[in-house]
């Protein structure tokens, strides 16, 4: 069965410093991979999805970045963070435009 | 552009009746939707898909689809505190699209 793997659970960084979340996901092949933020109390907004290796679409311009180096590993980046930034992150699979399947969710605070 | 609407809620219902959550879209092109559960401080996780118009009845819910009204909705019976959550529904268009549009959720309350 599939899985998806995402990490940390919880996280506080300083304003300025940089970010790195990872995602990894197993037990398919080629899957779409998404990154969403959900403020609080607010709804998903999709920040970057990619439907394959190095093919990265970003839908909110912004201080963030995101690379797939392998085909089931999907990173969320920013050099320098922004209090704006803290929110709820996830992480998210589909297989030919099917159902969205999220991972467990970081919760970032920006201080 | 592509819409989903949901009302925010709360929706507060007793506990053992039936709860109504309600959800509209503007693309037509949208062929499949989801209903999601999202705890507090947790990530959404699937309830039921419909891609048919008609009902689609899985234990205590049912998905309803209405493509002529652009309506779906997602009826949960007997329901219990535990089924206190927001409940985020999505809709995905066909022909290769692989991104759901999100409705901003509806919070539903059930009360002892």
């Known amino acids: 069965s599939q899985t998806i793997h995402q990490w940390p659970a919880t996280l506080v960084q300083p304003v300025g410093s940089p970010l790195s979340l990872e995602c990894t996901v197993e037990?398919?092949?080629?899957?779409?991979l998404y990154w969403y933020r959900q403020a609080a109390g607010r709804g998903l907004q999709l920040l970057f999805y990619s439907v394959g290796i190095g093919q990265i679409s970003s839908e909110v311009p912004q201080n963030l970045s995101a690379s797939r180096p392998q085909d089931r590993q999907f990173i969320l980046s920013s050099k320098k963070l922004l209090l704006s930034d803290s929110g709820f992150y996830l992480c998210?699979?589909?297989?030919?435009?099917?159902?969205?399947?999220f991972g467990n969710g970081t919760r970032l605070t920006v201080t | 552009q592509k819409e989903v609407e949901q009302n925010s809620g709360p929706l507060s219902v007793p506990e053992g009746a039936i709860a109504s959550l309600n959800c509209t879209y503007s693309?037509?092109?949208?062929?499949?939707f989801f209903w999601y559960r999202q705890y507090s401080g947790k990530s959404p996780e699937l309830i039921m898909f419909i891609y048919s118009n008609g009902d689609k009845e899985d234990g205590r819910f049912t998905a309803q689809l209405n493509k002529a009204s652009q309506y779906v909705s997602l009826l949960i019976r007997d329901s219990q505190p535990s089924d206190s959550a927001t409940y985020l529904c999505?809709?995905?268009?066909?022909?290769?699209?692989?991104?759901?549009?999100f409705g901003r959720g509806t919070s539903l309350i059930v009360h002892p």
């Open positions: 999505a809709g995905l268009a066909s022909g290769g699209s692989y991104i759901p549009t």
């Open positions: 998210a699979w589909s297989v030919a435009g099917g159902t969205l399947h």
């Open positions: 037990g398919t092949s080629n899957p779409n």
């Open positions: 693309d037509r092109g949208s062929q499949s």
